[in-house]
């Protein structure tokens, strides 16, 4: 049985930083590409970060480029989310998804519960 678990959420002021954590366990997460996606209330649910299987290539929403960075921590085994100059329309839960494909517009078949990041002063 597979099982994603995110971690690293909290609440940071405008301009913070913070690291979010996914890790799995019934699966290897090389094995798969990752993204994150969040849901502020609301609103829908967007990706934000992906990394590829294979070459790990990455891709970013426009609205996060050169500020969220996604990579494989090999000491960890996870995949984390590194979020810097935070601004208030961050605020969301965030969720990793794994998955065959890499993509910010692909199916992922696993889904963690999410970690609530609050960015506000």
């Known amino acids: 049985q597979v099982h994603v678990v995110e971690s690293g959420g909290g609440l940071v002021q405008p301009g913070g930083s913070l690291r979010l954590f996914c890790a799995a366990s019934?699966?290897?997460?090389?094995?798969?590409?990752i993204a994150w996606f969040r849901q502020a209330p609301g609103k829908e649910r967007e990706a934000v970060a992906c990394?590829?299987?294979?070459?790990?290539?990455?891709y970013y929403k426009d609205s996060v480029k050169g500020r969220f960075f996604i990579y494989r921590n090999k000491a960890k085994n996870t995949v984390d989310l590194e979020m810097n100059s935070l601004e208030p329309d961050d605020t969301a839960v965030y969720f990793c998804?794994?998955?065959?494909?890499?993509?910010?517009?692909?199916?992922?078949?696993?889904w963690g519960q999410g970690t609530q990041v609050t960015v506000s002063s």
């Open positions: 998804a794994v998955g065959p494909d890499y993509g910010l517009e692909v199916p992922y078949d696993y």
């Open positions: 019934g699966l290897t997460l090389d094995d798969y590409a």
């Open positions: 990394i590829a299987r294979t070459d790990y290539s990455t």
